[in-house]
């Protein structure tokens, strides 16, 4: 059973930065990709950052691209999401998930986190 476990959210203003962090339990972990993905309200859940399970690859949604930084340690199991420059359109629930390879498809994500709020305010 694999289980994901999101932290590091909060509020901050607009131009901001935050950390989240993602600890996994299971000695699989560094056998998978991982990504984060978030839900803001009355929207569809998207996919904003993947890592491979090397950590050598990484790939971003458009909307944050040259903001928000994905990386791994595989030693402590934990996936990070290093995000900067935050706007107010970057509020939502954010998730960690687990896929069996790189994907930006929000449907082959088969592991989720329970998810951690994130909130910029204008």
């Known amino acids: 059973q694999v289980q994901l476990v999101e932290s590091g959210g909060g509020l901050v203003q607009a131009g901001g930065s935050l950390r989240l962090s993602c600890a996994a339990s299971?000695?699989?972990?560094?056998?998978?990709?991982m990504g984060w993905l978030r839900q803001a309200p009355g929207k569809e859940r998207e996919f904003v950052a993947g890592?491979?399970?090397?950590?050598?690859?990484?790939f971003y949604a458009d909307s944050v691209k040259g903001r928000f930084t994905i990386s791994r340690d595989n030693a402590k199991n934990t996936v990070y999401l290093q995000m900067n420059s935050l706007k107010p359109e970057d509020t939502a629930v954010y998730y960690c998930?687990?896929?069996?390879?790189?994907?930006?498809?929000?449907?082959?994500?088969?592991?989720w986190g329970q998810g951690t709020q994130v909130t910029v305010s204008s």
């Open positions: 998930a687990r896929a069996p390879f790189t994907t930006a498809r929000v449907s082959e994500y088969d592991y």
């Open positions: 890592i491979s399970w090397s950590g050598i690859g990484t």
């Open positions: 299971g000695r699989t972990f560094s056998s998978y990709a």
